[in-house]
């Protein structure tokens, strides 16, 4: 009888889930689970809540396969994998970080080099089995360059520094409807600030073509591949491939980058799920 499983991959904005069974799959999302925010208690609301009703005329789950951010910190993976039992009790749990959740859904059984870009950022190369180098990753603050965080950041500084000509002031303006005091208590005094400074990356987007925009983009993007793509040696022998929102979004600007470095570039996937699907199966 052919198993159950249910694949879960979140970062720190939402989470999206796929239960796979008979030949069938179906995906819901949810909040993002940040162990740096939740406990198990938090974890196992958010599940019975907004999962399980969604679920409910499902077959029972045999295995979970579990990637999501902040995994790589083993008091992490112990809380998501209780809380999960709490709820599946009978299932196999598998708990593995967004990086092999990237690199698998990228390039499955292959060698190459996967990079996130979405609220945060990373890079690693992968050797078709596991990470085998990662470059280290120090948070929205100090870097996650070419992110979403990091280019909202951007674009918060280049209004408030009145950097934007007229046009672009009045569209954030009218946009956004914010101030320098409500900027700095969002940003220095709330909960959750990346996904905050995230929310302006979407400004940048939505006013494509113009020459300040295009290069808060380029220059953002480019940070990314200085700080990170370069420093692997593999990244001109193996496909460099991209998975997130703002990898999607910014495309264009990523293959021109890649010719520039003279990288041969591979996927580009807004969501790592439909990869790890296939993985799985």
Known sequence: MPLTKLIAESGATKAEWCLVGNGKKKSVITQGISPF?????????????????QFRKS????????????????????????SLKNVFPKASIEISDDMLAAARALHGTKKGLACNLGTGSFCCYYDGKKIVKQSPGIGYILGDEGSGAYLGKKAIQYYLY?????????????KYHTSRVEVIENVYRKPLANRYLASFA????????HYMIENIIEDGLNDFFFQHVCKYREAWKLPVSFVGSVAFGFKDVL?????????????????????LVDFHS
């Not at 009145?162 to 009218?174: A, G, I, Q």
């Not at 890649?258 to 969501?271: M, T, V, W």
Request: aromatic share 12%; charged share 30%.
């Open 202 to 209: 979407l400004f940048l987007s939505e006013n494509r073509g």
């Open 255 to 275: 293959k021109d980058l890649c010719g520039s470095y003279e990288f041969e570039l591979g996927k580009i996937l807004k969501s790592p799920m439909a990869g």
């Open 162 to 174: 009145n950097t934007f000509d007229d046009e672009l002031r009045y569209k954030f303006d009218n």
């Open 59 to 82: 077959p029972a789950i045999d295995e979970i396969h579990y990637y999501g951010t902040g995994m790589l910190n083993p008091d992490n993976v112990k809380m998501i994998k209780t």
């Open 37 to 53: 925010f939740f406990n198990e208690e938090k974890i196992v609301d958010l599940i019975q809540k907004d999962l399980l009703p």
